[in-house]
Nanobody, 120 residues
Framework: QVQVVESGGGLVQPGGSLRLSCEAS????????MSWYRQAYGKERELVAR????????NYADSVKGRFTISRDDAKNTMYLQMNNLKPEDTAVYFC?????????????WGQGTRVTVSS
């Protein structure tokens, strides 16, 4: 049974930090490209960051470059998103997304999301 579970969201003040985790099971994590998406209220879901297999390459939305860092630990089947210098506009539900197995990406999985609220 495939499971993709996000954690680490919460309420933080502007300028603060949070670390999101995405723990996966039921598929070969190391062969999947992993991504973080977010969806703010009333807006479309958008890509925040992506990390390829082996951590060989990462890319980020322009709005988070220099503030967010995506990483993965294949031994733990877990992906992370370190978010620093958070801004109110980062407020959203953050979702974990898996696509693979490489190189075909024929299977995709979404987590249920974790809410991040940036407010004073």
């Amino acid at each position: 049974q495939v499971q993709v579970v996000e954690s680490g969201g919460g309420l933080v003040q502007p300028g603060g930090s949070l670390r999101l985790s995405c723990e996966a099971s039921g598929f070969t994590f190391s062969r999947y490209t992993m991504s973080w998406y977010r969806q703010a209220y009333g807006k479309e879901r958008e890509l925040v960051a992506r990390i390829l297999i082996n951590g060989d390459s990462t890319n980020y939305a322009d709005s988070v470059k220099g503030r967010f860092t995506i990483s993965r630990d294949d031994a733990k089947n877990t992906m992370y998103l370190q978010m620093n210098n958070l801004k109110p506009e980062d407020t959203a539900v953050y979702f974990c997304y898996a696509a693979g197995p490489s190189p075909w990406a024929t299977l995709t999985y979404w987590g249920q999301g974790t809410r991040v609220t940036v407010s004073s």
